[in-house]
DNA sequence: AAGATTTATGTAATCGGTTGCATGAATTTT
DNA sequence: AAAATTCATGCAACCGATTACATAAATCTT
């Protein structure tokens, strides 16, 4: 058993005194072998323990059948989800997946750019990273024809292919929702406006504090990356304006979870003293206490989305240029964290 | 610029007018080619914008350079630290990675074996999932001489490579801690008995309570899957047990926190009614109330040690025959869900 | 300076499938 | 029954890098 050579189509082809091509044909489901000759190779195939040599094959047929997916972590809730559909739909389709995540870093994103590049993956699923703010790691792909879907994170210039969620609309949602619940001074926690995610969301903020004609105030927007310390420090300087906001709405469910543990600490009484509203819907959010109100993002969906696009576009049977945006639905969930008025 | 064709050592070739033997010999830094030429060779490739192969090189060296690694789940704080050192090490050794996730199937995990396989990986790193009964899938690595390294949930029959904590002397020092904190009757809320991780665990457990003098009662273990609703009925369960336990060991921290939130729900206190010690060190705990004394995982050095082990062996540099068992640290933190007594 | 050794490069086979073209046999058409 | 068509399979080139072996040039030895 062990130390087994490598079976080949040549080896087959021996034993039924038949040529590597039939038996090549065969394997292929190639109209025009016969079908008794089908099932012999089939069956020695069995025999013998053949497996196909991916790498003949890809090197003749200058195709991987392999997708690469780029994501900026992998723990989160929402990107588990989005691999889930997109692994769904790929392998339905008989694509292979390699998944790459830039843990936040542009020089890692373009990394895996490379990466992905030199093993020639068929198409290209990608999210980008915190700081990332050019995507020139993306021209190698696209100067190879190389089909590219962003989702999420994505740079909306127009010229790309994307799936996102209509985050203005939800930004606009969130606050509204804490403005029924009369707060007056909302806080935004957010992370850097050029990520268009967040760039939405603070649009939407905005528009809905308009439109209730509230007044902005730029003391009250809180620019961090996301992490647990990005949540301390918001919520001390929270604690420090004056007068307080009654309201938070913030962009990521685990900075919200930060930032409540902290001001709880402090005293604050959540949702009475300060409203907060969070985003994404990850597990944290019905597990902390109060249970945090946010924005549900279906995952599993744009997953399925952005790789059946893509591998519908591989198929031709569709083209990219042509759908440019594809916006998935989203909705706010009601929790404790930010009702205050009883009904 | 688009739709170039794909550039060769050929193309490089003919336009030095060398031969296509010395440009891959430039290329792999091959002694006993001239500095001289060597320049000219990679000055030409960054011109041309040539990429290599990488299938007609595996297909010529039957190596892929590729090494697989298989979990159960990516979204716990544990997996993503285990990742990041199997990176860090694999990268420095060029060596690509692909990762595979079961969703805690055997089903999908035996999938993923065979897909692995079928790309030829150079070498394998898995740590099993929930409900895996035998390593049937594992035996054409086996039988290939494709070295596999488990981590965290491995079969411990002696025979395979191994990287795990000491979970039997976790369990212990969880139990001990409890116990410590004047514990008299301590639930222990787990998965599946057959499982080495649980199974060690649960020793540890019992053995605390032996040395302590204390009996072990069959009703206080709760046995779930790691679901939301395998904490819930945990929780639920202790709520109807006469008496009361006052003591919770949970093999997880989700699910701890789910049992926590419930039992809150339902007017218990803790640490003052029950105290509560979790497993994992996940981000939760120190995001909900109170925060969860846990054990900590080190994840990065699990990573690392398998990976190490993994690509010194396929250099050559030592066998894995020889090292069967590598146990790495891993400690207990105490916060508030466990300490009633006060110094 | 002739022979031995080292250095730099070339030649050609090889890895294992895939596929355009060719061919002989079987079947259908007229 | 001869001609036309279809069917089943074979031949051989090809994908692009690697490498054992060969060879020519340069350097060293005595």
Known sequence: MREAKEVTIYDIAKKLNISPATVSRGLAGHPGISKKTKKKIIDTVEEMGYRSNHFARNLRQKQTHTIGVMVHELNSNFITSVLAGIEKVTTEAGYDLIIAHSSESAKKEAANARNLFQK????????????????????????????????????????????????????????EHLLSQECKRIAHVTSSLNRNVYAQRYKGYRDALYDKGLPFDEKLLLVGD????????????????????????????????????????KGIRIPEDIAVVGFNNDAIGHLIEPTLTTINYPGIDMGEIAARNLINHLKGISNLQQTNTVIVRSELIIRNSSVRKKK
């Open 120 to 175: 020639r993956v068929d198409g290209l699923i990608a999210s980008l990273s915190f700081d990332t703010t050019d995507l020139d790691h993306f021209q190698p792909f696209l100067n190879k024809d190389v089909p590219v879907v962003f989702f999420d994170r994505v740079e909306q210039d127009g010229n790309r292919t994307v799936v996102v969620i209509d985050n203005a609309k939800c930004g606009y949602m969130a606050t």
């Open 226 to 265: 996301l992490s647990e310390q990005a949540g301390i420090d918001a919520a001390n300087q929270i604690m420090k304006m004056k007068p307080r906001p009654d309201g938070i709405f913030c962009t990521n469910d685990f900075v919200a979870a930060v930032c409540m543990r902290t001001l709880k600490e």
